[in-house]
């Protein structure tokens, strides 16, 4: 058993501790990590791009028909091979995926073969960006500077081509306005002096118990 196989809670690997409670939870949906992660779209145009190619090149080559689409099943076949891995590995990381956020810090965890785990406290989120594309949306994270995460470690919930300073992402929400709205909600809690932070803490909890 890994450290993460248990969960009292839901994506987390403990009980929360007192005055923490869990404000949303979200996963990926697989279409969209297909799409935006694994290019499924792309891939599939490439490989049906070859097969014309192959297809043509044997036609010219004076193959008949029905020889030339036999020799070129080969490529199709392994098209269609490479689309159901990813098709498969999408699935696989949208259903390992959880994203929570309480009153204190967002958690992320996911892993396929090895399940993680990060925490990220409100404190250190500096911005967030969301971005729409279709019925889903991502939200960027950037963190205050001198904060380091490993790219590879938090891959694919990271902002592609960002391997300096490292933006950890909520990716292929169905809501994501919803999970933005609330995310500003908490972070703007957190940057409030103690006095202040706890009873906009309190308040906020109560509303989100009473919805």
């Not at 392994?78 to 091979?81: C, F």
């Not at 019925?135 to 950037?142: A, N, Q």
């Given at each position: 058993m890994n450290e993460y196989e248990y969960e009292p809670v839901r994506g987390l690997p403990e009980q929360l501790p007192e005055g923490e409670y869990?404000?949303?939870q979200g996963e990926p949906e697989w279409q969209a990590m297909a799409r935006r992660v694994f290019h499924i779209r792309g891939i599939t145009v490439y490989f049906l791009l070859?097969?014309?190619?192959?297809?043509?090149?044997?036609?010219?080559g004076g193959a008949g028909l029905a020889e030339a689409l036999a020799a070129s099943s080969w490529v199709f076949t392994?098209?269609?091979?490479v689309l159901a891995i990813l098709l498969v590995m999408s699935w696989a990381f949208a259903r390992s995926t959880i994203y929570t956020l309480t009153n204190k810090r967002l958690v992320l965890r996911f892993g396929v073969a090895i399940p993680m785990m990060i925490n990220l406290p409100l404190e250190r989120v500096e911005s967030a960006d969301i971005g729409h594309y279709g019925?889903?949306?991502?939200?960027?994270?950037?963190l205050a500077k001198g904060d380091r995460i490993s790219y590879m470690a938090l891959w694919p919930h990271a902002r592609p081509w960002h391997h300096g300073r490292v933006k950890p992402m909520l990716r292929g929400l169905a809501n994501p306005d919803v999970a933005a709205a609330l995310l500003a909600d908490v972070v703007g809690v957190?940057?409030?002096p103690a006095e202040v932070r706890e009873e906009r803490e309190h308040a906020f909890g109560e509303a989100v118990s009473a919805a």
């Open positions: 869990i404000v949303w070859l097969t014309g190619w192959y297809l043509w090149t044997r036609l010219q392994l098209g269609a091979s019925s889903y949306g991502d939200i960027c994270l950037t957190a940057a409030q």
